[in-house]
């Protein structure tokens, strides 16, 4: 059972009217639209003559009924329209029903409709929209949350509970207007990257989402299972090993955007599903791509911003490349103040304990620096930093050092305390390639849940040979924390997951009966739109007991009418 509200109730019973009048209220024809709220504000001062026949569709904002006029605001997707609504000439005959009924008593906030006429200033010297003609687009039988603000335009009774925004994010989106800055500025992220790559003649290509092995990084997956297969597959982690696939085959430069999937914690900078961009490029090594993402960052900040500074919380973050370059051992002796470049496991775990990190027994070499990286040195790397050559069982997939035994080549870029890049110069040796996937085999069984598993295919795709390559990851989430100022990862997704909503708990009619309510009354109750004993104990006595007796006589049942003193203990 579906509760409502009374507003809802209310909406509902308009939506019956404007039907029984023969008003669709949810029309299937096309409404024509040649005009936006943006286009017309920017405008129509310089070009007056091009809004005398507008048409203009959007979601009914506030009214302020005045008689036989009405001033009104409609929404669109760029913006508010105010509209000026006159009863004769949205009626011209002599049935007036469509303004006084229909506009002043069964439209709502938060209806669309479709207005056409002219547009004109107010005495106020307000840019409005003249009604010739109103349609009814789409009737909302919930009522929008009321955003208030003064008359300087502050909220100060908004819509900002983060659960419910982020919840309903229709409902933010529609009464929180900047919101969609925060997703717009998202999609000229991409954009803007897209088109720096594709201007490098860089192709851009679609892999596997489910895949039999999880590969391409260290991360916990979910399972699936393919019933025609017979057989069980995962969402991918990381898309890396079917980019490098496509290496082999010949292309010079590939690249993807796309949802990875990684069954871990949730928090201010992790969500389950998130959009990396991963790109390869053959016959380059990281220190080439550590100058390609300076290029590529300064240009998409500049050209969303205007600008390579940017505010981040408290901070102004430059994005002008060259960025600071440390190596990983080099970063924890500056910052935690100890040497690790020559420590075994032991040394690690001894160290790990001195600094109160948490580590447990899957834990190798490479996740024990890890987590004196994170907890040590993470924090500190406010403007862009590549932290370099990260020991080899940290990255099972990056070349060995050109010079430094026991180093890879691989880089992480840092902003603001956190990493948003990762790249490598990728390891091509499929005889390297193998011993690396079984050591991975041996953490696995040490109950280390996101070592890399054995993808045989892949391995076969390096015994054809696979050129010099580097590779690059970029978390567009985190990129776009940065570049709109947000501090949590659901700020910049439309929509991050939540857990399931509390299911309300109606009441039962023993429930009622428990209350001392005679059962003979409870359908009364319950045509009042009270189906929780929350709802009932919420009521007003006086209401209560006069709503009762009146829903008693009107529904025609065999019991009497309670006294005020027996309501008064219901709601005790």
């Given at each position: 059972?579906?509760l409502?509200?009374?507003?809802?109730?209310?909406?509902?019973?308009?939506?019956?009217?404007?039907m029984?009048?023969?008003?669709?209220?949810?029309?299937?024809?096309?409404?024509?639209?040649n005009?936006?709220?943006?286009?017309?504000h920017?405008n129509?001062?310089?070009?007056?003559?091009?809004?005398?026949?507008?048409?203009?569709?959007?979601?009914?904002?506030?009214?302020?009924i005045?008689?036989?006029?009405?001033?009104?605001?409609?929404?669109?997707?760029?913006?508010?329209?105010?509209?000026?609504?006159?009863?004769?000439?949205?009626?011209?005959?002599?049935?007036?029903?469509?303004?006084?009924?229909?506009f002043?008593?069964?439209?709502?906030?938060?209806?669309?409709i479709?207005?056409?006429?002219?547009?004109?200033?107010t005495?106020?010297?307000?840019?409005?929209?003249?009604?010739?003609?109103?349609?009814?687009?789409?009737?909302?039988?919930?009522?929008?949350?009321?955003?208030?603000?003064?008359?300087?335009?502050?909220?100060?009774?908004?819509?900002?509970?983060?659960?419910?925004?982020?919840?309903?994010?229709?409902?933010?989106?529609?009464?929180?207007?900047?919101?969609?800055?925060?997703?717009?500025?998202r999609?000229?992220?991409?954009?803007?990257?897209?088109?720096?790559?594709?201007?490098?003649g860089w192709?851009?290509?679609?892999t596997?989402?489910?895949q039999?092995?999880?590969?391409g990084?260290?991360?916990?997956?979910?399972?699936?299972?393919?019933?025609?297969?017979?057989?069980?597959?995962?969402?991918?982690?990381?898309n890396?090993?079917?980019?490098?696939?496509?290496?082999?085959?010949?292309?010079?430069?590939?690249?993807?955007?796309?949802?990875?999937?990684r069954?871990?914690?949730?928090?201010?900078?992790?969500?389950?599903?998130?959009?990396?961009?991963?790109?390869?490029?053959?016959?380059?090594?990281?220190?080439?791509?550590?100058?390609?993402?300076?290029?590529?960052?300064?240009?998409?900040?500049?050209?969303?911003?205007?600008?390579?500074?940017?505010?981040?919380?408290?901070?102004e973050?430059?994005?002008?490349?060259?960025?600071?370059r440390?190596?990983?051992?080099?970063?924890?002796?500056?910052?935690?103040?100890?040497?690790?470049?020559?420590?075994d496991?032991?040394?690690?775990?001894?160290?790990?304990?001195?600094?109160?990190?948490?580590?447990d027994?899957s834990?190798?070499?490479?996740?024990?620096?890890?987590?004196?990286?994170g907890?040590?040195?993470?924090?500190?790397l406010?403007?862009?930093t590549?932290?370099?050559d990260?020991?080899?069982?940290?990255?099972?997939?990056?070349?060995k050092?050109?010079?430094?035994?026991?180093?890879?080549?691989?880089f992480?870029?840092?902003?603001?305390?956190?990493e948003?890049?990762?790249?490598?110069?990728e390891?091509?040796?499929?005889?390297?390639?193998?011993?690396?996937f079984?050591?991975?085999?041996?953490?696995?069984?040490?109950g280390?849940?996101?070592a890399?598993?054995?993808?045989?295919?892949?391995?076969?795709?390096l015994?054809?040979?696979m050129?010099?390559?580097?590779?690059l990851?970029?978390g567009?989430?985190r990129?776009?924390?940065?570049?709109?100022?947000?501090?949590?990862?659901?700020e910049?997704?439309?929509?991050?997951?939540?857990?399931?909503?509390?299911?309300?708990?109606?009441?039962?009619?023993?429930?009622?009966?428990?209350?001392?309510?005679?059962?003979?009354?409870i359908?009364?109750?319950?045509?009042?739109?009270?189906?929780?004993?929350?709802?009932?104990?919420?009521?007003?006595?006086?209401?209560?007991f006069?709503?009762?007796c009146?829903r008693?006589?009107?529904?025609?049942?065999?019991?009497?009418?309670?006294?005020k003193?027996?309501?008064?203990?219901?709601i005790?």
């Open positions: 059972m579906q409502l509200s009374e507003q809802e109730l209310e909406r509902r019973k308009d939506r019956e009217e404007l029984k009048l023969g008003i669709d209220p949810y029309p299937a024809e096309t409404f024509p639209i005009v936006t709220a943006e286009d017309i920017k129509y001062e310089n070009r007056k003559n091009d809004y005398k026949s507008i048409s203009i569709a959007g979601r009914l904002m506030s009214r302020r005045m008689g036989s006029a009405s001033f009104a605001e409609i929404q669109d997707a760029t913006g508010r329209l105010q509209i000026y609504v006159r009863r004769d000439d949205i009626c011209p005959d002599e049935d007036k029903t469509f303004y006084n009924t229909v002043k008593k069964l439209l709502g906030i938060g209806d669309f479709g207005v056409k006429g002219y547009i004109f200033t005495q106020t010297g307000e840019i409005s929209l003249h009604v010739t003609e109103l349609k009814i687009l789409s009737k909302s039988v919930k009522p929008l949350p009321i955003v208030k603000r003064d008359e300087h335009g502050n909220v100060y009774d908004g819509f900002t509970d983060p659960e419910l925004r982020y919840r309903q994010r229709y409902v933010d989106l529609t009464v929180n207007p900047e919101v969609k800055e925060v997703f717009l500025t999609s000229k992220i991409i954009t803007n990257m897209r088109r720096y790559f594709d201007d490098h192709l851009e290509v679609e596997p989402i489910l039999q092995v999880h590969g990084a260290a991360a916990r997956p979910f399972h699936t299972y393919h019933n025609t297969l017979d057989m069980p597959l995962y969402l991918r982690i990381a890396e090993l079917y980019l490098k696939r496509l290496i082999v085959g010949g292309f010079d430069g590939v690249y993807e955007f796309g949802k990875m999937f069954n871990e914690g949730m928090d201010r900078t992790h969500n389950p599903e998130f959009t990396s961009l991963e790109i390869y490029v053959a016959y380059k090594d990281y220190v080439w791509m550590m100058e390609m993402v300076e290029e590529l960052i300064e240009k998409v900040t500049s050209s969303i911003h205007g600008t390579t500074v940017v505010k981040v919380g408290d901070k973050i430059d994005f002008a490349g060259p960025y600071r440390l190596t990983m051992f080099d970063s924890i002796k500056e910052y935690a103040g100890v040497d690790v470049s020559e420590m496991e032991a040394g690690l775990r001894k160290v790990c304990a001195e600094f109160g990190i948490e580590v027994h834990m190798g070499k490479g996740k024990l620096i890890d987590e004196i990286f907890a040590k040195v993470e924090g500190f406010i403007q862009p590549y932290i370099t990260y020991p080899v069982e940290m990255t099972p997939l990056a070349k050092h050109r010079s430094k035994e026991g180093l890879v080549e691989r992480e870029l840092f902003v603001n305390g956190k948003i890049a990762n790249a490598y110069s390891l091509n040796d499929p005889i390297d390639q193998r011993q690396r079984e050591e991975q085999l041996k953490l696995a069984e040490r280390d849940d996101e890399m598993a054995m993808d045989e295919d892949f391995l076969r795709a015994e054809y040979g050129p010099p390559t580097s590779g990851g970029i567009i989430d990129l776009t924390m940065l570049l709109t100022n947000k501090s949590t990862i659901q910049v997704l439309f929509f991050p997951q939540m857990r399931p909503e509390k299911k309300v708990s109606i009441a039962s009619d023993e429930d009622f009966m428990s209350l001392g309510i005679p059962s003979g009354l359908p009364a109750i319950r045509d009042l739109n009270i189906h929780t004993i929350e709802q009932l104990k919420e009521q007003d006595v006086n209401k209560l006069n709503d009762i009146g008693r006589k009107k529904l025609k049942l065999e019991v009497g009418n309670p006294t003193e027996e309501v008064e203990k219901w005790a």
